[in-house]
């Protein structure tokens, strides 16, 4: 059984989409074990409590160093064996790398190595591919490493671009793509089509 650590800052989507595909039988080889956010309202925090899903607040702001040692022993003690990034808005720190390297996952809403790095995020993502005048985006998933949206790429799907879309609607269709691309990847973890670490 695979066991997945979610780390969220606000809604945590593709974290939700993961545990509904759980839910309907279609990750039967895979369960979340700890759900966990560096904001204590954290809407992403209240739906794994509704799913009897534990969870833990740790907070990051100025208590980087701390906040590292705690989420490393936090999925230590979960079991994590893969650890997925939902909109969490935090760089990890070296103790959770170095921990889990090459089990930590992340999804960012293009295609990479476009349009990522720091501040590159949500709806920002969106409209600066708008702005530039693509006619594809996409979803990316990366191992996650020092640095933002610098980590190997593991899976991406395109997504194009209609010349009617504005940012809130393309933020729409590209989260669907994350969510079914993450889902995809956790089943080939899950069925061993990708081994871990990656």
């Given at each position: 059984?695979?066991?997945?650590?979610?780390?969220?800052?606000?809604?945590?989507?593709?974290?939700?989409?993961?545990?509904?595909?759980?839910?309907e039988g279609r990750l039967d080889a895979a369960v979340v074990?700890?759900?966990?956010?560096?904001?204590?309202?954290?809407?992403?925090?209240?739906?794994?409590?509704?799913?009897?899903?534990?969870?833990?607040?740790?907070?990051?702001?100025?208590?980087?160093?701390?906040?590292?040692e705690m989420l490393r022993d936090a999925l230590i003690a979960a079991g994590a064996d893969l650890v997925i990034l939902s909109g969490y808005l935090r760089k990890l720190g070296p103790k959770t790398l170095s921990?889990?390297?090459?089990?930590?996952?992340?999804?960012?809403?293009?295609?990479?190595?476009?349009?990522?790095?720091?501040?590159?995020?949500?709806?920002?993502?969106?409209?600066?591919?708008?702005?530039?005048?693509?006619a594809v985006t996409g979803a990316t998933i990366h191992l996650v490493d020092a640095e933002y949206d610098q980590g190997r790429i593991i899976a991406a799907e395109e997504v194009r671009i209609d010349p009617s879309d504005d940012a809130a609607a393309l933020?729409?269709?590209?989260?669907?793509?994350?969510?079914?691309?993450?889902?995809?990847?956790?089943?080939?973890i899950a069925a061993g089509a990708l081994s871990l670490p990656l």
């Open positions: 059984m695979l066991r997945i650590a979610a780390l969220a800052s606000n809604n945590g989507s593709s974290f939700r989409a993961i545990a509904a595909a759980i839910d074990s700890l759900v966990v956010s560096n904001r204590s309202n954290a809407s992403a925090l209240d739906h794994a409590r509704a799913r009897g899903i534990a969870t833990l607040h740790i907070p990051t702001k100025g208590v980087e160093d701390a906040a590292d921990a889990f390297q090459g089990r930590i996952l992340n999804v960012h809403p293009g295609l990479l190595p476009g349009y990522g790095g720091p501040g590159m995020y949500g709806r920002r993502v969106h409209q600066a591919v708008l702005e530039a005048g693509e933020e729409q269709r590209v989260m669907q793509a994350e969510c079914a691309l993450f889902i995809q990847t956790v089943e080939r």
